[in-house]
């Protein structure tokens, strides 16, 4: 007797079979490839952090961003990273993981009312100590997240941002270099309080040559994007000020 393939109980077994290999396949790839993506985000992680506290391989032209490699980076912030603090409400410890927290998922849970930790890195280059705070917030079309790093006097040292799925060539730039750099020697106070960082239209210094104006230059055609990074860093500043103050008092 001749199979009869092209009936409909043929097709729907023949998708099914499918569906189960592919899948099987599938499940099989992902839990392959778990270790390596979690080992990738665990370096992007440290080359970030390192990154704003002025760690990488930039060369001195303000051209593209170049972080340590990935073969290094973990020596390197194991090197520049002398602690790693974790925040939950008063008490402060010590966790050499901290860098791993989700920083979105802790959110939440303030929003909820429920525990959470909140990272801190205490960074050292050249005698100098560096205070890396990480931030997460909303720009124009999904999530965008960084790293800014603090001196004792509450001078930014560098900052670091990224983005979930922001327009190429306008909102998509919070991750190039020459808006970066703008951010480097403004201060997060307005005399004696904690302002922030703007990025503003009409502030008036497309150089950034003016540090005490709590504002950088905004980049063309991105205004919701800039405002979504003023808003995250005023977040940042607002959730962390009890430690900030801290760092102050010493």
């Known amino acids: 007797m001749t199979q009869k393939t092209d009936s409909n109980v043929y097709t729907v077994v023949f998708a099914v079979v499918m569906v189960v290999v592919v899948g099987s396949i599938l499940a099989f790839l992902a839990s392959a490839l778990r270790p390596n993506i979690k080992e990738n985000e665990r370096f992007e992680k440290?080359?970030?952090?390192?990154?704003?506290?002025?760690?990488?391989?930039?060369?001195?032209?303000?051209?593209?961003?170049?972080?340590?490699?990935?073969?290094?980076?973990?020596?390197?912030?194991?090197?520049?990273?002398?602690?790693?603090?974790?925040?939950?409400?008063?008490?402060?410890?010590?966790?050499?993981?901290?860098?791993?927290?989700d920083l979105k998922k802790q959110l939440a849970n303030i929003k909820k009312g429920e525990p959470y930790?909140?990272?801190?890195?205490?960074g050292e280059k050249d005698g100098k100590k560096f205070y890396?705070?990480?931030?997460?917030?909303?720009?124009?079309?999904?999530?965008?997240?960084?790293?800014?790093?603090?001196d004792d006097t509450?001078?930014?040292?560098?900052?670091?941002?990224?983005?979930?799925?922001?327009?190429?060539g306008l909102g998509a730039n919070i991750k190039m270099?020459?808006?970066?750099?703008?951010f480097k020697g403004e201060t997060i106070l307005d005399g004696?309080?904690?302002?922030?960082?703007?990025?503003?239209?009409?502030?008036n210094d497309p150089l950034n040559n003016t540090k005490d104006d709590n504002e950088v230059d905004a980049l063309a055609g991105a205004t919701i994007t800039g405002n979504g990074v003023?808003?995250?860093?005023?977040?940042?500043?607002?959730?962390?000020?009890?430690?900030?103050?801290?760092?102050?008092?010493?």
């Open 46 to 101: 440290q080359q970030n952090i390192l990154y704003a506290m002025g760690v990488n391989e930039n060369g001195d032209d303000a051209g593209s961003v170049n972080f340590i490699p990935t073969d290094v980076v973990e020596d390197e912030f194991s090197s520049y990273i002398k602690e790693q603090l974790v925040i939950q409400g008063d008490k402060i410890t010590e966790d050499n993981e901290a860098y791993l927290i």
């Open 117 to 122: 930790k909140l990272p801190v890195f205490i």
């Open 154 to 168: 509450m001078t930014v040292q560098g900052v670091y941002f990224d983005h979930k799925g922001e327009t190429p």
């Open 177 to 182: 270099r020459y808006f970066m750099d703008d």
């Open 230 to 250: 003023s808003a995250m860093i005023k977040e940042t500043v607002k959730l962390y000020k009890p430690y900030l103050e801290t760092i102050r008092a010493k």
């Open 192 to 203: 004696t309080q904690y302002a922030g960082i703007a990025v503003a239209k009409g502030n």
């Open 132 to 150: 890396i705070i990480p931030m997460y917030g909303k720009g124009l079309w999904d999530a965008i997240w960084g790293f800014i790093a603090l």
